[in-house]
């Protein structure tokens, strides 16, 4: 329906009222407008008259405040204070206004204020690692440790870029890694692991392993490779029993390969999975010019081997596809691997070697070698003892240098189901 004003007064009486109304609008956008136009100029005075053309724009408080908390020439901290504290009354879930405000009160000297200020932007923001992490230093920097090591925490679930320094905060501040572990560190993964490795590049490897024990039962998923660089620490420091135990865990959770056979303490003999190159899994690390990579053409069982191809360049020490292998000292082992080659060049060919790799001098045997082309996948083996101080024995597809003058090794050479076992001794041998 269609109201149709047939009275002059009225007609112009609505159409005054409309002028006004719009006049209105029009003043308070371009008092807004020109508010945001002279507060882009951050100068005190721009932004007082921000301040006062747009009242109830809490970001030129903001601004207003922060000027007067830091600036050289118009550092002013009560003013700051006040400047601040309207900001959070006129934008009271804002969690950068009270966060600003806390800070410009701690300067200020005025503790209590500060807190409950934090306290309120912690509210706002309970999950923001950049407001925690402004927190988590208030309450550390005032006695609460524990307040603050909580604060902590949620900046290490939220991102990693403050990972280092708040470890050594902590170490710095409490210095018992239970109590950090049961306070500080979260249930996530990338956590747990980022801190195994700040213990490990601290020599604590003891409380690294009590950290892996969360790790081994969380029923998170992550890539084995993601802790395989703290395996490969353990194993370089001496320390086999612990790296194995590690890697059995990986076994468990189905990250890595079992053993191909019962008994047998080669872990993918087969060559069947992904190479590791970490841990008790395969390393494949050729040198240069040098090929060493699956084949899935052509293998003694399964659906894979490994070939590697010499290019005739070079006189390759080579042992560059090995595995480490955690054994018992005393006890008597047999390596065994099936080989094939095709035009291996000079008098020093692949072959089976086993050694120490923490003692070489103790341990370190070869099999029969390879040379020309075997067309037949050939059985290598060689049967060796640990020694007393033997816990852990390399088991690699190498080949020496040779010391003629042809000594450029070219040619292909294949390797399949490799296996490394217990034996009990020969009895006849044992008596003698």
């Not at 950090?180 to 801190?195: M, N």
């Amino acid at each position: 329906m269609q109201i149709v004003l047939k009275s002059s007064p009225v007609r112009i009486g609505l159409a005054a009222l409309e002028g006004v109304v719009f006049l209105l609008l029009t003043f308070w956008t371009g008092k807004a407008y020109f508010a945001d136009l002279v507060s882009h100029t951050l100068t005190a005075d721009n932004l007082r008259l921000a301040t006062r053309l747009d009242p109830g724009d809490s970001e030129y408080h903001l601004e207003l405040g922060r000027l007067y908390q830091y600036s050289l020439t118009d550092i002013d901290p009560t003013k700051a204070i006040a400047e601040l504290g309207l900001a959070a009354e006129k934008s009271p879930f804002s969690a950068q206004a009270w966060l600003d405000l806390g800070a410009a009160q701690e300067l200020g000297g005025h503790v209590d204020d500060a807190e409950a200020s934090l306290r309120r932007a912690d509210y706002m923001a309970p999950s923001q690692p950049g407001f925690q992490w402004a927190i988590a230093n208030f309450f550390l920097l005032h006695g609460d440790v524990d307040e603050a090591l909580r604060h902590f925490r949620i900046v290490l679930s939220g991102t990693p870029q403050y990972d280092g320094i708040i470890f050594s905060t902590a170490w710095k501040a409490v210095g018992n890694n239970d109590e950090i572990l049961a306070k500080l560190i979260p249930d996530d993964v990338r956590s747990q692991v980022s801190y195994i490795y700040y213990l490990a590049g601290q020599g604590k490897l003891t409380d690294a392993q009590k950290v892996w024990a969360r790790v081994a039962v969380s029923n998170q998923n992550f890539p084995a490779h993601f802790v395989g660089p703290y395996i490969d620490t353990l194993l370089g420091d001496h320390l086999p029993d612990d790296a194995y135990r590690d890697w059995v865990d990986l076994q468990k959770r189905g990250l890595v390969a079992p053993p191909s056979e019962p008994g047998d303490l080669v872990y993918d003999g087969d060559f069947e999975t992904e190479i590791t190159n970490f841990g008790f899994g395969w390393r494949f690390f050729p040198p240069p010019g040098v090929y060493v990579g699956l084949d899935s053409t052509t293998f003694h069982s399964g659906g894979h081997s490994v070939l590697i191809r010499f290019p005739g360049k070079a006189n390759y020490l080579f042992r560059n596809v090995c595995e480490e292998v955690r054994v018992i000292p005393g006890e008597t082992y047999r390596a065994r691997a099936f080989m094939k080659t095709d035009g291996i060049t000079t008098n020093s060919g692949p072959r089976l070697e086993i050694f120490d790799p923490y003692n070489s001098k103790t341990l370190d045997m070869f099999s029969d070698q390879l040379t020309g082309t075997n067309a037949a996948w050939t059985l290598l083996s060689l049967t060796f003892k640990a020694q007393p101080k033997t816990h852990l024995v390399s088991i690699c597809v190498a080949r020496p240098p040779s010391d003629k003058l042809d000594n450029l090794i070219s040619g292909r050479v294949w390797v399949d189901d490799i296996s490394l076992v217990k034996v009990e001794p020969d009895p006849v041998s044992a008596r003698r």
